[in-house]
């Protein structure tokens, strides 16, 4: 069954402090996978992609790893903000349309 | 201003009743997306539709409609058959094609009082 686990289900760190999301998936075939954040009762926001050539991208305070042996992605955050309060939702794309969504990330950053 | 809006933001509904969420895009996309987002629940998809007078099921398509007669347009109709309607619901547009990034609007909270 295609699934796309997440963890932590929910992480509280101070600001300033790095922290890392996981994602674990089966799913196949496999095209991509994207993360995305998504404010409280708003719509996600892309962040970044990961195809299967690539390892690790960047995105500002945000880098992504991907190892698709082992079938899993990572989500590093740099010294967090207040800002970067939210949930991170880990998307794995794999035939045609077919988007499988993991559920998510709660992060929340303490001053 | 480019995007894609969701209205209301917020809709209360009667048991019984059937209610229409609005999803307007002027992205220019092809292809538009309904979802339902619960607690502690990942998005689930309920219908989607790549061109103009057409549109697929979902994986909860069930006490649900839509259409699609407009490019810009994909309103989805919550009907008294669907049993648990209370939930945030997410429209989403993108480019056909594989690795295209979905673009999402604010959302609709449904609650039935």
């Given at each position: 069954?295609?699934?796309?686990?997440q963890?932590?289900?929910?992480?509280i760190?101070?600001?300033?402090?790095?922290?890392?999301l996981?994602c674990?998936y089966?799913?196949?075939?496999?095209?991509?996978?994207r993360?995305?954040?998504?404010?409280?009762?708003?719509?996600?926001?892309?962040l970044t992609?990961?195809t299967f050539s690539?390892?690790?991208?960047?995105?500002?305070?945000y880098?992504?790893t991907?190892?698709?042996?082992?079938?899993?992605?990572s989500?590093?955050?740099?010294?967090?903000?207040?800002?970067?309060?939210?949930?991170y939702?880990?998307?794995?794309?794999g035939?045609?349309?077919?988007l499988?969504?993991g559920?998510?990330?709660?992060l929340?950053?303490?001053? | 201003?480019?995007?894609i809006?969701?209205?209301?933001?917020?809709?209360?509904?009667?048991?019984g009743?059937n209610?229409?969420?609005?999803?307007?895009?002027?992205?220019?996309?092809?292809a538009m997306y309904?979802?339902r987002q619960d607690?502690?629940?990942?998005?689930r998809l309920?219908?989607?539709?790549?061109i103009?007078?057409?549109?697929?099921?979902g994986?909860?398509?069930e006490?649900y409609?839509v259409?699609?007669e407009?490019?810009?347009?994909?309103p989805l109709?919550v009907?008294?058959?669907?049993?648990?309607p209370?939930?945030?619901y997410?429209c989403?547009?993108s480019?056909?094609g594989g690795?295209?990034?979905a673009?999402?609007?604010q959302?609709?909270?449904?609650t039935?009082?």
């Amino acid at each position: 069954k295609n699934q796309v686990e997440q963890s932590p289900q929910s992480l509280i760190i101070l600001e300033g402090k790095n922290c890392t999301l996981q994602c674990n998936y089966t799913v196949s075939p496999f095209s991509n996978l994207r993360w995305y954040k998504q404010d409280t009762g708003r719509g996600p926001v892309s962040l970044t992609i990961m195809t299967f050539s690539e390892n690790t991208k960047s995105n500002g305070r945000y880098t992504a790893t991907l190892d698709a042996d082992t079938k899993q992605s990572s989500l590093h955050i740099t010294a967090s903000q207040l800002s970067d309060s939210a949930s991170y939702i880990c998307v794995v794309r794999g035939s045609n349309y077919q988007l499988i969504w993991g559920a998510g990330t709660k992060l929340i950053i303490k001053p | 201003d480019g995007g894609i809006t969701q209205s209301p933001k917020y809709l209360f509904r009667k048991e019984g009743q059937n209610v229409t969420l609005s999803c307007e895009q002027n992205l220019n996309h092809d292809a538009m997306y309904w979802y339902r987002q619960d607690p502690g629940q990942g998005l689930r998809l309920i219908y989607y539709s790549q061109i103009v007078n057409d549109f697929q099921k979902g994986d909860i398509a069930e006490g649900y409609s839509v259409s699609r007669e407009k490019k810009e347009s994909f309103p989805l109709t919550v009907t008294s058959a669907q049993k648990n309607p209370t939930a945030f619901y997410l429209c989403a547009s993108s480019w056909t094609g594989g690795d295209t990034e979905a673009f999402f609007g604010q959302g609709t909270r449904l609650t039935v009082v």
